[in-house]
């Protein structure tokens, strides 16, 4: 079934609905319709086949879920361009996705000028402001143009590719992640039954439309249900509170670093701290979360915050709560059964490891979610694929009730003195100290354990504090083993992000790895 399809119907069922908002801009799914097919009729003329491959350079905005209705109706791939990457990136992305359309701002134009000189056969399409001269590329003239032919949704088989989506990476070039028809739908409707989505339901969308958690978790399950969505123009803790006050959504999804801005908002503002009833459920993911921020977003907010997994690989989350489900602390939910199959296999390979076992092994799925394999990478296809099964990489435990937990990536296990310590676990205590706004623990170098627990650190701006009193924490610390105690505590005035929001360890252990002595230390000897 072609995408197109669910939209279709949100249209016929819903047409009056507002569909999109974005500052004071309403669009109803009626007009949202329109303008889809006055663009898929604008493509079509010039010269659109199907399988196109349409690359979409925004930030969120409107524009972005009509570039995909379009697409979809004439059978193209969707291809949403991190906003976030660098020059490299961007000029190997829209080379290897095989790029015929693009869309973006003129003022973008001027960044992509002379990566486009090697791509003089991309059709360009501008979003916001009009220029004479060129209004025949720009969206806004395009949408007001008649439809003279009928515009229908071609028909796609299940395994044909929708959108082609880039993970930001911490190593090496972007990975171009194949997303078919199914695997989108499956992940869709996924949501919409755990969630218990319908019209009547409206998402404050704040994730980046780039990613899975800005359109398979949040905006289009919302717009395959007839529901609203409206776009927040800009991040900002104080920005989100004041809408959602303001136009009183059902639901939201925060990356962590944005709960954590919540949170330090709200602490920072006590006056602020109200309830907000409407808000019926809010999930939040991206990376591990420290429980004590949870709790503080809990008892302010008023909402049981769902926690979630996911990666690109899966187009959407695939671990979660059930809508009116009770949160676990700490842990991600279950696996949605009715679509994905999960073990787990201890870190040495050798065995499966059952969920009463208590033990904390590597993730692999399978199921109709799970990507058909990375675009043009067959040597990682080898590498992450196994009899069908995905290897995700993260080190997982699951309780005897099927409960699952998130240890760390298999990447970031330290071991030291021949002990495995998870950075997650140690980086949760050390959120706990109130003069930490921030907190990333890797291995450095150590000449006598190999490696040594690192703790880099961002403290609270009003916060005085020296890395003295974080040492003297860790010591006095019940829930904090000797041996996992960071030896080495430094403070930083930000931490590197990837594109997604996420903390950079890669970059973090390339810089402090080569920066510092392998025989420098700032603790005792292990105890």
């Known amino acids: 079934m072609n995408l197109a399809s669910y939209l279709e119907r949100s249209v016929r069922e819903n047409p009056q609905q507002v569909a999109i908002r974005m500052d004071e801009k309403e669009i109803t799914y009626e007009q949202f319709d329109q303008r889809a097919r006055a663009l898929a009729a604008y493509f079509r003329k010039n010269g659109f086949t199907k399988g196109d491959k349409v690359g979409i350079y925004l930030a969120n905005c409107p524009d972005y879920l009509i570039l995909f209705y379009a697409a979809?109706?004439?059978?193209?791939?969707?291809?949403?361009?991190?906003?976030?990457?660098?020059q490299e990136e961007l000029a190997f992305v829209i080379a290897d996705a095989e790029i015929k359309w693009l869309a973006l701002t003129r003022e973008d134009l001027e960044k992509l000028k002379d990566i486009l000189t090697d791509h003089e056969h991309i059709r360009l399409l501008f979003a916001g402001e009009v220029e004479e001269g060129n209004r025949h590329t720009c969206l806004?003239?395009?949408?007001?143009?008649?439809?003279?032919?009928?515009?229908s949704v071609l028909p796609c088989r299940d395994s044909e590719d929708a959108m082609l989506m880039y993970t930001s990476g911490t190593t090496g070039k972007p990975k171009g992640v194949r997303q078919t028809h199914r695997t989108n739908s499956a992940s869709i409707e996924m949501v919409v039954d755990a969630w218990k989505l319908t019209s009547r339901d409206h998402i404050l969308a704040t994730l980046p439309m780039f990613?899975?958690?800005?359109?398979?978790?949040?905006?289009?399950?919302?717009?395959?249900?007839?529901?609203?969505?409206?776009?927040?123009?800009?991040?900002?803790?104080?920005?989100w509170i004041s809408q959602s006050r303001e136009l009183q959504p059902t639901w939201s999804g925060l990356i962590s670093t944005m709960l954590i801005d919540v949170v330090n908002f709200f602490k920072a503002n006590p006056q602020e701290q109200r309830p907000m009833n409407h808000y019926r459920l809010c999930f939040f993911g991206g990376s591990p979360t420290p429980s004590v921020i949870c709790e503080y977003f809990e008892e302010v907010v008023g909402v049981n915050l769902l926690e979630i997994y996911g990666q690109t690989e899966l187009s959407g989350l695939m671990i979660t709560y059930q809508a009116g489900e009770r949160r676990i602390p700490g842990s991600m939910g279950k696996p949605m059964a009715q679509v994905v199959e999960t073990k787990i296999v201890s870190t040495d390979g050798e065995r499966l490891i059952a969920p009463a076992d208590?033990?904390?092994?590597?993730?692999?799925?399978?199921?109709?979610?799970?990507?058909?394999?990375?675009?043009?990478?067959?040597?990682?296809?080898?590498?992450?694929?196994?009899?069908?099964?995905?290897?995700?990489?993260?080190?997982?435990?699951?309780?005897?009730?099927?409960?699952?937990?998130?240890?760390?990536?298999f990447d970031d296990l330290i071991i030291t003195g021949g002990e495995n310590v998870y950075p997650k676990e140690v980086e949760n205590i050390l959120a706990e100290h109130p003069a930490v706004a921030e907190v990333a623990v890797i291995g450095t170098p150590h000449e006598r354990w190999v490696e040594q627990v690192t703790a880099i650190i961002v403290p609270r701006e009003e916060a005085n504090v020296a890395i003295a009193d974080i040492e003297a924490f860790c010591v006095l610390h019940r829930g904090l083993a000797g041996y996992k105690r960071p030896r080495k505590v430094l403070f930083v005035s930000e931490l590197p992000k990837t594109g997604s929001g996420k903390i950079n360890k890669s970059i973090l252990k390339q810089q402090y790895r080569m920066q510092h002595s392998t025989s420098e230390t700032s603790g005792g000897n292990i105890v």
Request: glycine share 12%.
């Open 211 to 239: 990613h899975v958690g800005g359109l398979q978790c949040t905006t289009l399950p919302t717009l395959f249900t007839g529901g609203t969505v409206t776009l927040l123009s800009r991040w900002s803790p104080k920005n």
């Open 140 to 151: 806004s003239e395009i949408y007001k143009t008649s439809v003279e032919q009928k515009v």
């Open 358 to 409: 208590e033990e904390a092994g590597v993730m692999y799925l399978r199921g109709d979610v799970v990507t058909p394999g990375y675009w043009k990478r067959d040597e990682l296809n080898r590498e992450r694929f196994e009899d069908g099964w995905l290897k995700t990489g993260d080190i997982v435990r699951w309780d005897e009730n099927g409960y699952l937990y998130y240890t760390d990536r």
């Open 72 to 86: 979809w109706m004439l059978g193209g791939v969707a291809d949403p361009i991190n906003y976030r990457f660098r």
